[in-house]
C-alpha cells in the first residue's frame, strides 16, 4: 500500500504480533493514517493507528527502541536504529514528552489521597481508637507492663539506681496518695516511686503505677505543690491515659512497619522511635482533662489547688528567666491557661497536704 | 468494560487464527542449544540504585514501590533469549494498590498481636501464656508469608514477557500456604530432615503451576538426591551442636557466666582447645555447607523441569552464590569500619567519659546516624554486586536446548492481577 510520495524512510525492525512467539523481520515506516508495518518483499503487514503507538520500555542507548500498540498489548516492534524516534515524534503522541494523560493524574491524585487518609489516621484515628481499646482491657492486665515500664524509666532516667525507698517518706508518700485516691473511683491499685534523678518530672505509666523524680521533690516549695503535681498524674492514671498512649504507640508501629515495608532492624528502629516520639507527650485535650480530674481530687482531700498553680507558676518563671526549660513543663504546653483553670475551680484549703514531719521525711526520701 | 471484552474476544480470534496456521502445516520448528545472555553492568546499576535510596527516603518509604520497579525492569531488560530480550511490564502504581489493600488488613494484625503481647504475653506472663501466644503468632506470620511468596511469584510472572508473550501462574494461594503449613509442621516434627521434602513438594507446586503463553512448566524430580545433599548442612549443624554441647558439659560452661569478666579469657584458654577449635571450624562451615545446598537445589529445580519439547540444564556451584556474597560483604565492612572510624574521630570530643562530660547523650545518635549510613550503602551496594552477579551467573550457566517452535506457543490466557505483592511487601518477603 506503501506509496512513493511518503518521504518517510525505512527502519529495518522485528515485530511479534503478541499472539504468538514467532518473530517476523519487517520494516516500519511513517504514513499519515498511522506507522505501517511491511514485510521485507513489501507486502503491507499491518498499520498502527498513531494514537495507539507507545513505548514499551524507555529507551536506552546500547538497546533498541521498543514500540507497542495499545491495541495488542503484546505486540512489540525492537528497531535497532534510534533515528526511528525522531522520524515518529511528529505523528505519534505518545512518544512526545506530551500532556500528562487524565488516568495519570487520578493515579496521581488517588496515591496522594491514600497518602493523606493514612497520615490522617496516625495522627487522629488512632488516639481515638485507643480510648474504646483501653477500655477493654481489665486493668490487672496491665500491672506487668507497668512495672516493665518503670523499670525502664528507672534505668535510663536513674542510671538503674534503687528507687527511693527512705521508710518515713514512703510512708508520708502513701498518706498523700491515699489522701488523694479517697474521692476516686478506680480499679488500679495506684502505686508511686520515687525515681532517683535529678530530672524535675513525673510521669503516669500503665497499671496504675506513677513515678516522680527526685529533682521534683527537691524544687518543690511546699508539700501542696508535690500534692498538685501527683493528682495530676493520679488523674492521668485514673482516667487510663497511659493505657491508651500504650495503644496508639503500638498502633503506630504497627502502621508505620507495614508503612516503611516489612519488618527489617531499621524499620523496627524507626517505628519505635516514632512512636515514642508521638506518644511521649499527652495531647492538651488529655492534660486538660488530667488537670481537672487533679482539681476534683484536691477538693476532695481539702488541700486544694493552690500547690498546684505555684508550681506551675514556678516553672514558668524558671522558663522566663532563660533557665533551661524544666522537663515537666516541656511535656506540658500552655501554661498560663492551666494555671488560669487550675485557680478558677478551687477550693480554699483547709489543712496542708503533709504535716512539716512528713514533708520533711519525704524531702529526705532518697537519703 | 465493554473494551475490555471486545479486546479479549479479538485475542481469542487472533490467537485461534494462529492456531489454524500451525495445523495447516506453517510451523517453523527450530532446534536449541542456548544460554540466555546477560547484559546488565553495574555502573549503569549506580544511578538508578541511588536515585531509588534518595527518593524512597524523602517520601518515607512510599518511593519503594517505583523503585523495585525500575530495578526489576533493568535486570529482566538485560537477560536476553535467541535475541530477545525479557520485559517487566508491572508498574509502581501496581505495587501501591496492593500495599493499600494489605495496609488495611495487615496494619489491623500486628496491632492486634502487639495488643495480645503486650497485655498477655508481656515478660512475667505465665509460661503457657507465652507459649500459646508465640505458636500462634508464628503460625500465622508463616501462613501469610507463603500466601504472600505464591502470590507475588503470581504478579511477577503475569509481569514478565518475551517476544510480547506473558508467563503467569495458576493455582491456589491459599492451597499452596496449607500445604506450606503441613509440610513445616512435619520439617518441625523431624528436626529438620523432613526440609528437603518440603521444599520439593513447594517449589514443585509453584513450578508445575507456573507457565509461560499457552505451554506450562513441568517438574519431574523427586527428592531423594536432594535428601542426600541436606545431609551435609544438616549433619554439619548436628556435630557442631553435638561438640558444643560436649565442651559445655565438659567443662560446665554456666560456670562462665559466673566468673568475673578479667578471669573469662583465662577459662577460655583452659578449655580442650582442639575440641573447640573443631567446633569452631565446623560453625564456619556451616554458611558454605548451607550455600552448597542451595546451589545443587537451584541445579536440581532446574535440571528436572521441563517446558515442552525444551529442557533446562544448569552447572550453577556454590561459588556462583558465594563469592557475590563474599565481595558483598567485604566491601560493606571495609565501608562500615572507615565510616565508623571517621565519625569517632570527627565527634571524639563527644566521647567523654567523665561524668557530666561534654554532650554525651548525642554519642547514641551518632551511633545511629552511622548505622543508617551503613544500612543505605548495604542497599546500594546489594542490587550492584549480590543481585547482579547471581543472575549474570544463572544465566552463563544455563542451557536450554531441545526443539522449540516459536510459532506455536500463542499467548497466555490467564488473567492478570490486577494489583501487587502488598503482603509479601508488608512481610518483607525478599529484597526485590
Same mark, same amino acid.
Given at each position: $500500500? ?52 507507545? @513505548? ?102 536513674? &542510671?538503674?539506681?534503687? @528507687? ?13 496518695? &491515699? #489522701? ?18 535529678? $530530672? ?8 496504675? &503505677? ?86 476534683? $481530687? ?30 515537666? @513543663? ?6 498560663? #491557661? &492551666?494555671?488560669?483553670?487550675?485557680? #478558677? ?23 | ?27 517453523? !520448528? ?103 501466644? %508465640? ?51 512435619? !520439617? ?47 549433619? !554439619? ?12 558439659? /565438659? ?7 559466673? !566468673? ?36 545443587? /537445589? ?33 566491601? *560493606? ?27 554525651? /547523650? ?38 536450554? %536446548? ?10 497466555? %490466557? ?6 501487587? /505483592?502488598?503482603?509479601?511487601?508488608? *512481610? ?5
Amino acid at each position: $500500500m506503501s506509496t512513493p510520495s511518503e518521504p518517510s524512510p525505512d527502519f529495518p525492525a522485528r515485530l511479534n504480533d503478541g499472539h504468538s512467539a514467532a518473530v517476523r523481520n519487517a520494516v516500519v515506516r511513517a504514513a499519515p493514517r498511522g506507522l505501517v508495518i511491511a514485510a521485507l518483499d513489501g507486502a503491507e503487514i499491518g498499520c498502527w493507528a498513531w494514537d495507539d503507538v507507545h @513505548l514499551a520500555e524507555r529507551p536506552a542507548p546500547d538497546r533498541s527502541i521498543r514500540l507497542s500498540s495499545r491495541r495488542d498489548p503484546g505486540s512489540r516492534l525492537a528497531i535497532a536504529d534510534h533515528a526511528v524516534l525522531t522520524t515518529l515524534r511528529p505523528h505519534a503522541h505518545y512518544l512526545r514528552r506530551g500532556p500528562v494523560s487524565a488516568r495519570q493524574v487520578w493515579t496521581a491524585a488517588g496515591i496522594a489521597a491514600a497518602f493523606a487518609a493514612t497520615i490522617a489516621f496516625f495522627i487522629f484515628g488512632l488516639p481515638w481508637i485507643a480510648r474504646p481499646v483501653a477500655a477493654l482491657i481489665p486493668a490487672s492486665w496491665e500491672e506487668p507492663v507497668g512495672d516493665s515500664t518503670v523499670e525502664i524509666i528507672n534505668q535510663v532516667f536513674a &542510671r538503674g539506681r534503687k @528507687l527511693c525507698d527512705g521508710a518515713d517518706g514512703s510512708a508520708a508518700l502513701q498518706t498523700l496518695t &491515699r #489522701k488523694l485516691a479517697a474521692s476516686v473511683d478506680t480499679s488500679y491499685d495506684i502505686r508511686v516511686s520515687v525515681a532517683d534523678s535529678g $530530672m524535675v518530672n513525673a510521669l503516669a505509666a500503665p497499671g496504675g &503505677r506513677v513515678v516522680i523524680f527526685r529533682g521534683l521533690i527537691e524544687r518543690a516549695r511546699s508539700a501542696d505543690e508535690v500534692a498538685g503535681v501527683l493528682a495530676h498524674e493520679m488523674a492521668h492514671v485514673v482516667r487510663r491515659h497511659p493505657t491508651q498512649g500504650m495503644i496508639a504507640s503500638l498502633g503506630w508501629s504497627a502502621l508505620l512497619s507495614v508503612f516503611t515495608g516489612g519488618a527489617s532492624l531499621s524499620n523496627e528502629a524507626t517505628a519505635r522511635l516514632a512512636a515514642h516520639l508521638a506518644t511521649s507527650a499527652y495531647g492538651r485535650e488529655l492534660e486538660a482533662e488530667a488537670d481537672e480530674g487533679a482539681l476534683a $481530687m484536691l477538693n476532695a482531700a481539702g488541700i486544694g489547688s493552690a500547690g498546684l498553680a505555684s508550681f506551675f507558676r514556678s516553672m514558668e518563671r524558671q522558663e522566663k528567666a532563660g533557665i533551661q526549660l524544666p522537663e515537666y @513543663l516541656s511535656t506540658h504546653p500552655q501554661t498560663n #491557661k &492551666r494555671i488560669e483553670a487550675v485557680t #478558677k475551680g478551687a477550693a480554699t484549703a483547709r489543712k496542708p497536704a503533709l504535716s512539716d514531719v512528713e514533708w520533711k521525711s519525704l524531702k529526705a526520701i532518697c537519703r | 468494560m465493554n473494551e475490555l471484552l471486545d479486546r479479549k474476544m479479538r485475542y481469542r480470534a487472533a490467537v485461534a487464527r494462529a492456531q489454524a496456521q500451525v495445523i495447516n502445516g506453517r510451523s517453523a !520448528t527450530m532446534m536449541v542449544k542456548e544460554s540466555p545472555a546477560y547484559s546488565g553492568r553495574a555502573f549503569q546499576l549506580l544511578p538508578i540504585v541511588f536515585a531509588n535510596l534518595m527518593l524512597t527516603l524523602l517520601t518515607v518509604g512510599l518511593y519503594r514501590f517505583w523503585a523495585k520497579t525500575r530495578i526489576r525492569k533493568y535486570f529482566l531488560s538485560r537477560i536476553a533469549f535467541l535475541g530477545d530480550p525479557l520485559e517487566y511490564t508491572g508498574t509502581g502504581a501496581e505495587l501501591f494498590k496492593g500495599f493499600m489493600i494489605v495496609l488495611v488488613i495487615m496494619a489491623p494484625f500486628l496491632f492486634v498481636t502487639g495488643l495480645v503481647q503486650q497485655f498477655v504475653a508481656a515478660p512475667g506472663a505465665s509460661a503457657v501464656n507465652v507459649a500459646v501466644y %508465640q505458636a500462634v503468632y508464628l503460625l500465622a506470620i508463616y501462613f501469610l508469608y507463603s500466601v504472600a511468596v505464591y502470590r507475588a511469584q503470581r504478579y511477577r510472572l503475569s509481569r514478565t514477557i518475551w517476544r510480547g508473550i506473558r508467563a503467569g501462574q495458576e493455582g491456589s494461594a491459599l492451597l499452596y500456604a496449607l500445604r506450606a503449613l503441613g509440610l513445616g509442621l512435619l !520439617t518441625l516434627a523431624t528436626a529438620g530432615l523432613a526440609y528437603p521434602v518440603m521444599r520439593r513438594y513447594l517449589v514443585g507446586y509453584r513450578i508445575d503451576n507456573a507457565s509461560f503463553g499457552t505451554e506450562r512448566f513441568q517438574y519431574g524430580g523427586g527428592f531423594g538426591k536432594l535428601f542426600a545433599a541436606w545431609l551435609a548442612p544438616w549433619l !554439619t549443624f548436628a556435630a557442631m551442636l553435638g561438640l558444643f554441647g560436649y565442651i559445655a558439659w /565438659e567443662r560446665d560452661l554456666a560456670q562462665l557466666a559466673e !566468673t568475673p569478666p578479667d578471669l573469662v579469657p583465662g577459662v577460655l584458654a583452659s578449655l580442650p582447645s582442639q575440641k573447640l577449635y573443631a567446633a569452631l571450624a565446623l560453625l564456619l562451615l556451616l554458611p558454605i555447607a548451607m550455600i552448597w545446598y542451595r546451589a545443587f /537445589e537451584a541445579r536440581q529445580w532446574i535440571n528436572n523441569t521441563q517446558f515442552g519439547e525444551l529442557a533446562f540444564v544448569s552447572r550453577l556451584r556454590t561459588h556462583h552464590i558465594l563469592f557475590p556474597y563474599l565481595a558483598y560483604w567485604i566491601v *560493606l565492612l571495609l565501608v562500615s569500619v572507615a565510616i565508623f572510624a571517621g565519625l569517632g574521630f570527627a565527634f571524639r570530643s563527644y566521647f567523654d567519659p567523665r561524668p557530666g562530660g561534654a554532650l554525651r /547523650e548525642f554519642a547514641p545518635l551518632i551511633a545511629i546516624a552511622s548505622v543508617f549510613a551503613i544500612w543505605m550503602i548495604a542497599g546500594v551496594l546489594q542490587p550492584m554486586i549480590v543481585q547482579n552477579r547471581l543472575i549474570r551467573s544463572i544465566c552463563r550457566t544455563l542451557t536450554l %536446548q531441545g526443539t522449540f517452535s516459536p510459532d506455536r506457543l500463542f499467548q497466555s %490466557q490467564l488473567n492478570m492481577p490486577q494489583r501487587g /505483592e502488598g503482603l509479601a511487601d508488608a *512481610l518483607d518477603v525478599d529484597a526485590f
